[in-house]
Structure formats: C-alpha cells, structure tokens
C-alpha cells in the first residue's frame, strides 16, 4: 500500500492553509514534515561534508527559520515547491559551511588533549553549542506560534514586562492575562515537543 498520494494530499492542505488563512498551526506541522525529509536528504547526498557540528536537521531548521525570517514568505505551488526551496537553501547552507572548514586541520597530542578536554567544561564546551541549537530550535517554534501567543512570551519573558503592565496595556483582566500566558506556554511547550526529535 503507498502512502505518498495520501501525505502529497496532505500537504498541499497544509500548505493551502497556511498560505490562504495563515494557518500557523498547519505551517507548524508542514514544516515539521518537511524538515524530516530536507534533513533525510541531506544525509543521503551530504555524507562527506557532514560533521557532529553540522547536523543535517541543523540545517534544515536553518533553512525554515530563514524562510520564517522573511518579510514576505514566498508563494509556493505545491508542496514540491517548498521542498524544493528548503532542499535548495539548506545545501547551500551545507556547502557553504564546507569551503570553510577546507583549511588545515589542527593536530594535538595526547597531553594537549587531556588539558583541552579539563578545559571544555569551564569554557561552555559543548554545553555551550547545545545552548545554541536549543535557541535556534526556539526561534523557529517561536515564528510558528499564532501572534498573540507570540507577543504574550515576548512581553513578559523577553522585554520583561510586568503581568499586571501587560494586563493593563490590552485593557484586560490580570486573571485573564494569566491565563493568556500560560495558554502561550503550553502551545509553546507542545511545539517545542514536537519539533524536538527533528532539532536533535
């Protein structure tokens, strides 16, 4: 039996959606599948340029938040289209990042080793690139979030606004921008959840 009539169908839908309504949640979920299938690709064709630094879902969630970033989103066809697109940025991305790692590689030795693994850890070490794709994985769940939800977080978490000045600013109840709030960050929660198999 051959699902991919069904899932072409299925993501034409999404991309009407979003497209036609600006449906964030069907974007949320056409961008989730195509990211797979982009990353899956890249595994495929990029094999010698791939590095633990370079993931190919890295990649491929570069791409969607470019695409996210964009002032006007561009029109596409077709499901295809999109792919097509995201493939196209995500092996430039790729390439890119290979030319310039094509200088000398750097040689230690067993002592230098030791003292650079000591090191990492006060350093930020690995921990710190963690950090950085954890941010990359939030910035793009945070462009799929509907707008409201997306200026709630913003306001309270990234500008620090108080909730009751949030509260009194869009002329509504404090129990209400409670409630606001912790609707924001349970859609963020369950994007973030979603999208945590493909960001790793």
């Not at 633990?52 to 006007?72: G, N």
């Not at 230098?112 to 939030?138: I, K, T």
């Not at 912790?182 to 790793?200: F, I, P, Q, Y």
């Amino acid at each position: 039996m051959n699902d991919a009539p069904r899932e072409t169908k299925r993501a034409t839908e999404l991309l009407r959606r979003w497209q036609e309504e600006d449906d964030r949640d069907a974007l949320d979920e056409l961008l989730r599948e195509e990211v797979a299938a982009v990353a899956a690709r890249l595994r495929a064709r990029g094999r010698g340029m791939l590095r633990p630094s370079v993931s190919a879902s890295d990649l491929a969630q570069e791409a969607v938040f470019r695409l996210l970033r964009l002032e006007e989103a561009p029109e596409f066809a077709d499901a295809g289209a999109l792919r097509a697109y995201l493939w196209t940025a995500a092996w430039r991305l790729l390439v890119n990042k290979a030319q310039g790692r094509a200088r000398d590689p750097v040689r230690i030795d067993a002592q230098q080793s030791q003292e650079f693994a000591l090191a990492m850890p006060g350093a930020g070490g690995l921990s710190q690139a963690e950090r950085a794709d954890q941010a990359q994985a939030m910035a793009v769940v945070l462009n799929l979030l509907r707008e409201e939800d997306r200026e709630v977080l913003e306001s309270i978490y990234f500008r620090q606004e108080a909730i009751e000045a949030y509260a009194q600013r869009h002329a509504i109840a404090r129990a209400a921008a409670d409630m606001r709030l912790s609707r924001a960050r349970r859609r963020l929660a369950e994007k973030l959840a979603d999208w945590s198999d493909l960001v790793t």
